[in-house]
Each structure stands twice: as C-alpha cells, then as structure tokens.
C-alpha cells in the first residue's frame, strides 16, 4: 500500500512542504515573505538516523538571491530533512564548492513508539 500524497499550506499561496508518493519526486514553487522564488524538490530516501537507517523525507530548495553591494545574483541550496514518525530533524547549506555545512541538526530522540 503506497503512502497517501498530501499538501500543507503554510498560506493559501504557499506550499512549503509535499508528501511524495513512493518512489516519486514532488517539485512545486513558492514565494518567500521576500518576494523570493524558491525552487523546491522533495523525495523518500534512506539515512542514518539514530544508529539505524531510517526513512525520510529530503527537500532541497533553490533560492536565486540578488545582492545589491556586489550587483550579483548568487543561488542558495539548502536541504531539510523531515524523520518519519519524528519530524524535522536537520538543516544543511550547500557551498558554491559542493561543501555541505549543517545549520541546524537535532539530538536523536529515542521514543517508544508502542
């Protein structure tokens, strides 16, 4: 049985999160309280969580962001990671380079699920 796709809006013009199906990847757009374009992409994949691997969800959004001192636009890339059964668990930027820095990670919680 496939897991029921599902979107939350954070405002009615807003979609900042989808529930892929299975083996599905969900891209969608939205709008910062900037006026920003984000690029959003999110799949089911498996990571260490824990000390075991577990299922989750990683969405990677692409920000173009325009910087008036240096007249550049520079494009910002970070991913979250949303545990099932637990929720978000980290926050990572990807550098120009390809260097991953984690900006946000939570401790693992251990929880009888029973």
């Known amino acids: 049985m496939g897991i029921e796709k599902k979107e939350y809006h954070f405002e009615?013009?807003?979609i900042v999160l989808k529930i892929?199906?299975?083996?599905?990847?969900?891209?969608w757009n939205f709008f910062d309280e900037n006026g920003e374009k984000i690029e959003c992409e999110i799949v089911w994949v498996q990571?260490?969580?824990g000390g075991k691997m577990q299922k989750m969800l990683k969405k990677t959004e692409?920000?173009?962001?325009?910087?008036?001192n240096t007249q550049?636009?520079?494009?910002?890339?970070?991913e979250?990671?949303?545990?099932?059964?637990?929720?978000?668990?980290?926050k990572?930027?990807?550098?120009?380079?390809g260097d991953i820095s984690t900006i946000e990670e939570l401790e693992y919680i251990?929880?009888?699920?029973?």
């Open 12 to 14: 009615t013009f807003n």
């Open 20 to 27: 892929p199906s299975s083996n599905q990847i969900e891209r």
């Open 47 to 49: 990571a260490e969580y």
């Open 62 to 68: 692409k920000e173009i962001v325009y910087f008036p």
């Open 72 to 78: 550049r636009n520079e494009t910002i890339v970070r």
């Open 80 to 90: 979250f990671y949303y545990v099932k059964g637990y929720g978000l668990w980290k």
């Open 92 to 97: 990572n930027v990807i550098e120009k380079n």
């Open 110 to 114: 251990d929880v009888d699920r029973n």
